[in-house]
Each structure stands twice: as C-alpha cells, then as structure tokens.
C-alpha cells in the first residue's frame, strides 16, 4: 500500500489507474491512522478484529515514517508540493519512505497529507489522529478523529475546537475529576488510570460507548453494584457497550466485595445441576 499512496501524489490520470486497478484493495481498508508524538511518529493502516463488542487485536500496515525539524535534510531527499506545502521526502529500499517538516510545524503536515488522502479516498475510510501529548494544537480539518494518550485533558480540552471532537482517550495518573460538567465524558472510548474515589465520578458521568477503567487506591466499592445496575435497568449509560474496571494496589484489609458487588448488581447463580438459558436461532 506504501506504493500506491506515493503514486498519489502524481497527476489525475494516476490518480484514476490507481482506482481502476486497485479497487478491490482499496474497498478492504480500514482506518488511516496519523501517529504523533511518540518515538516512532507514522502513517499506517489499521484494521480491529472485534469479539462481538471488544477490540481483542489490532493489524497495522505500515505505510510512511514522520521525521521532525531535528532531521537534517540529505542531497537524497527531494521536494513535494503537497496542498500548497512544500514536505521533503526521502525514499531508502530498506526502509519506508519518510516525510520531514523541518521546514513546517507538525500540525501543517497532518493537515496536507490529510487533504491528499481524504481527496482520494473520500468519507469511505476513517481517518485518526494519535498523538502522545498533553499540549496539543489541533489541525483543523474535516473528517479527522481524534484520539490521545496524555496525563490528564485538562490541559488541551479548553483549547479543543468545536468541530472536533475527541473518540479515544488515555489516560494516566488521573488524582482527581478530570473534567466536571463537559463533554469529556461523552468520549466514545475511555481508557483512564484514576486513583481513590475518581472511579466514582467516572462511573457516574459515562456516557461514551467503551470504558477500561484501571483504580489504585480504595473506594466506596458499592459504587460499582450501583452503576451495574442502574445500567442493566436501562436507567443510565445508556449507549455503554463496554465495560471493565480493575483495581490494583487494594489496601482494604478485608478484600474486595466481591459477592456484595454482584448481589447489589441483581446478579443471581446457577445451580450447579442446572444448564443456563438457551436460545436457538432459525436457519436463514
């Protein structure tokens, strides 16, 4: 796939070969994923194999490296006017390509290589951004989700622009609410290491789609019966999918309540001697 992103920066007709002649690969795709921020800054191909609702692995194919302004530019590299940019890039036959903006800011590259592919691929791929970061400025662009691995949001959530809108977050060392009366907790998919009773304020405020909660610390552990109910009820988290919460470093002398947490839920066992409900499905 590295190849044929590279033919699209060539002419129309190219353009056109590439659609005519790859059409069958090119309806298989799944996102394209921008990756910032971290030691191995990318543009790859992702595609999420789910066990009904729970992402259990993920396949990337890598397609271009990123390099900073720290890069030295090479006689090897050459220019690309890409989106009225210039980018430098730079073509090795053992490694894959890489792009460079030594001569721009990060945000200016994501923003062109977004527009070259969004005007080939169009709405019919997703396109992410991952960045690893807790001082983000944000391209703004149309048709880019945005998904960030950073300490706490609160210090880029203030500065997120209104037409975007953040699907995944991670994060780390969270000691208190991150974020009352907003919208952080309509985030599609939230994955937080939260300590003490943070558990609790997220378990109340969800209203996103998946939840990987990770608690160090104690807490009202009845909260937890609480929000399984009310979420079997259908009386809140009403577009929860997904949800698990493990607490790590326990220091309450008599353990986890387990049985108290699952009999506050409603939740009932089968005897022993006794199959579980079945249910057949008719053939098509």
């Known amino acids: ?40 800054e990318e543009v790859y191909i992702s595609n999420i194999i789910y066990n009904q609702v ?3 692995r993920e396949i990337q194919e890598p397609i271009l490296g990123i390099a900073g302004g720290y890069m030295k530019v090479e006689k090897d590299w050459f220019q690309v006017k890409m989106c009225g940019e210039l980018i430098y890039f730079q073509i090795s036959d053992i490694y894959r390509p890489i792009l460079c903006y030594s001569n721009c800011n990060k945000e200016i590259l994501i923003k062109c290589l977004h527009r070259c592919l969004h005007d080939f691929f169009g709405g019919e791929i997703e396109y992410q ?10 391209p703004e662009v149309e048709d880019l989700t945005i998904c960030i691995k950073a300490n706490s949001p609160k210090a880029f959530w203030g500065a997120l622009p209104q037409n975007i809108s953040i699907k995944h977050f991670e994060g780390y060392d969270l000691m208190m609410d991150p974020l009352k009366n907003s919208d952080f907790y ?14 609790e304020d997220v378990l109340r405020n ?30 809140a988290h009403h577009k929860l999918e997904y949800f698990k919460v493990q607490i790590q470093g326990n220091t309450d002398r008599n353990g986890i309540p387990k049985v108290d947490i699952l009999n506050y839920a409603g939740c009932k066992k089968l005897d022993d001697s006794r199959y579980g409900p079945s249910h057949s499905i008719p053939f098509a």
């Open 206 to 235: 969800i209203e996103g789609r998946q939840a990987d909660i990770t608690c160090s610390g104690r807490f009202n552990y009845s909260k937890v019966g609480n929000f399984l109910n009310r979420w079997k009820l259908g009386k």
């Open 129 to 138: 951004w991952w960045t690893h970061a807790n001082k983000i400025v944000f």
């Open 186 to 199: 309509k985030t599609e998919c939230l994955q937080l290491h939260v300590f003490g009773s943070v558990v």
């Open 54 to 56: 729970k992402p259990v």
């Open 1 to 40: 796939m590295t190849n044929v992103v590279l033919l699209l920066f060539g002419s129309f007709n190219v353009k056109e070969m590439i659609k005519l002649t790859q059409r069958k690969r090119l309806n298989n795709l799944g996102s394209m994923v921008f990756c910032t921020g971290s030691p191995n």
